[in-house]
């Protein structure tokens, strides 16, 4: 994993702008602490900062290959998972290597099929090529949307990089927001519609799409999409293709020349993952698997069952690391560092996002850099397999809205009048909801529930999804700690796309054809345990700590925040005794301490981005 950087422009020598190169390529030495590379031309710049994960001696970046009177130049941040199959292949086409990493791999790959390189590909992965003779720049991610990339197109200059910090180091790109980019906060956040990069005239590349920018303009494309059809296979069939789907995703993303981990939780995805990872080790004659997990100091304490976390994660996590003979880490956090991590989560994202649970995400991720450097998730199996609790309720399938924020109207009566009549946020969120459901790939003649579910999945896969793998993604690129998710393989959600609601719930139980496919691979307990989200604070002290900083900010008249609240009921809201409360207002973990904790960091955002309000 990496950052890159970089712009095109036909107006403008820039290479003569090294300055400015330089100052967006520091953006990202998180992203990449271990090496850094620059290439410039005249009308291309660009930049890449290095994690070395594979072949630390021919790895680097950019990287710059000569065929047929062409020159290639590339800057790439990813991991392909099917490298050595790609690399014969080429070899058999006449190409030759010079290194073992997939770097040059994706290179060749494109400099053989050109653009449709991208329908062989298994990874995660967002990179660019530019082609020095044809003048010509070529840009794609990966069909999950993994790996983060974003652009600016101004006229005659395309500007590019891994992570919003990198465009708005450069002249040409403002940190202002707009009307839609106080919706996108105010009212959908800590979500993010696809490809809206908040600030204004600023996108991101859509998932499973790529881009092309030449003398002739800009344009995207989508190269990959699900698609709806009947799944013919039996029970017994779907549960084989699924374990093997499933086990040759897992052992496939622990190829890598540093040390690597699972992060575990005791719920039914780490676990299996862990599971595959330990058998693979020890049948490849590995040390023992490094397993990490994360709790707070006191939740044994304050921890209370609800509907969304129906028990703790402890007993499970100690349960699966001697069952699997890991060597196992716990990591606790307290209130005084979750505090401090709501403004680091901010840089991270460069937006305000899911408050302490980035922040923790980020401390997490930084203790475990410390022993190891490639980390295996549990993300997205919930959106894959139907494990959420939107999937199973009524009100949740009959809702109007999306099912993760349906306590809207509990968010905004804390928006001040200005800021409601400016974004609508109810008509804005219908908005964007109605055009994620005109999206779906229908299926002709299914059945009314069964299309509905089919709704469902797809909102989760391309507006929730999306919010957790940018949280992943920027929390541990934070620490320069990359994470893979073997769920997130195309294969696997291609798959389970198509397998029909009484198949995925096997045994009336959420992800019941994953339980039944991982049969013996973990104790049955384990295998039926309820479904818990990432762990969060129970401490009270975390309510008071955010509320009183709700109410410094409210104090302070220089406060950037002020004019977009209802600034009487934000304070009687943060003086109030709301520790029993439950206001779930975004997906299962987004409460009421949350909600404070929200708002400091749009304060923080406003303030240290120098965020202008058009």
């Known amino acids: 994993m990496c950052g890159f950087t ?59 290959r000569t065929l047929g009177g062409k020159t290639y130049v590339m800057v790439y941040n990813g991991e392909l998972y099917n490298t050595d199959d790609l690399r014969n292949e080429l070899r058999a086409r006449g190409h030759h290597f010079t290194t073992t990493s997939d770097t040059e791999v994706l290179l060749v790959s494109y400099i053989e099929w050109g653009e449709s390189c991208l329908d062989r590909l298994n990874g995660i992965f967002a990179f660019g090529i530019w082609t020095e003779e044809e003048q010509k720049f070529f840009m794609a991610r990966d069909r999950l949307g993994v790996k983060p990339l974003f652009y600016a197109h101004r006229n005659s200059q395309l500007i590019f990089g891994s992570e919003l910090k990198a465009l708005l180091a450069h002249p040409s790109v403002k940190p202002e927001i707009r009307t839609e980019g106080l919706a996108e906060i105010f009212a959908l956040g800590p ?74 939780s005791g719920g039914i995805d780490s676990s299996a993952i862990t599971a595959f990872s330990a058998q693979a080790y020890r049948v490849a004659g590995k040390p023992t698997l490094r397993t990490f997990s994360v709790d707070y100091v006191d939740n044994e304490i304050h921890f209370r069952p609800n509907e969304f976390q129906p028990n703790a994660d402890a007993p499970w996590v100690k349960r699966v690391a001697s069952y699997l003979e890991t060597e196992h880490c716990d990591v606790y956090f307290d209130t005084p560092q979750l505090i401090d991590s709501l403004q680091v989560a901010v840089h991270g994202r460069d937006l305000p996002g899911m408050t302490d649970i980035d922040g923790s995400l980020y401390l997490f991720c930084r203790e475990i850099k410390k022993q190891a450097t490639v980390a295996l998730s549990g993300e997205c199996a919930d959106e894959v397999f139907g494990g959420y609790p939107w999937f199973h309720r009524e009100d949740a399938l009959n809702a109007t809205t999306f099912p993760w924020s349906h306590n809207l109207k509990e968010k905004v009566k804390f928006f001040s009048n200005e800021l409601r009549e400016r974004i609508q946020p109810e008509s804005y969120v219908t908005r964007r909801y109605q055009e994620a459901l005109e999206e779906v790939p229908r299926l002709p003649g299914e059945d009314p529930h069964e299309a509905r579910i089919r709704e469902i999945f797809y909102l989760n896969l391309t507006r929730w999804m999306p919010t957790l793998l940018d949280r992943k993604d920027r929390m541990s690129m934070a620490v320069g700690l990359e994470v893979r998710v073997p769920f997130c393989d195309h294969r696997l959600v291609e798959y389970m796309w198509n397998v029909p609601w009484s198949m995925k719930t096997y045994g009336q139980q959420a992800k019941g054809i994953l339980r039944r496919a991982l049969s013996g691979m973990l104790p049955d307990d384990v295998l039926t345990r309820r479904k818990s989200p990432y762990p969060k604070t129970h401490n009270p002290s975390y309510l008071k700590a955010v509320q009183a900083r709700v109410l410094q900010i409210l104090d302070d008249a220089s406060s950037p925040l002020l004019p977009f609240i209802n600034q009487e009921a934000v304070r009687n809201f943060a003086q109030a005794d709301v520790s029993g409360m ?7 973990l987004m409460n009421v301490p949350q909600f404070f904790a929200y708002l400091i960091q749009i304060d923080h955002w406003l303030r240290e981005y120098k965020t202008s309000v058009q």
């Open 6 to 64: 970089g712009w095109i422009d036909w107006n403008e020598d820039v290479s003569q702008q090294t300055e400015t190169l330089d100052g967006m390529s520091k953006t990202l030495i998180p992203r990449g602490p271990d090496s850094e590379g620059v290439w410039t031309t005249r009308h291309a710049a660009f930049a890449h900062r290095r994690l070395i994960v594979v072949d630390p001696a021919g790895g680097s970046q950019p990287m710059i």
């Open 191 to 264: 979500a993010r519609t696809p490809g809206f990069g908040v600030f204004h005239n600023v996108n991101e590349l859509l998932p499973g799409h790529f881009l092309r920018f030449d003398r002739q303009g800009l344009r995207t494309k989508a190269y990959w999409s699900l698609e709806s059809r009947v799944h013919e296979d039996d029970l017994d069939t779907t549960t084989r293709h699924i374990r093997e789907l499933f086990q040759d995703c897992v052992t496939r993303q622990l190829v890598a020349d540093v040390p690597v981990c699972t992060l575990l």
């Open 582 to 588: 439950h206001m779930p207002w975004f997906g299962q």
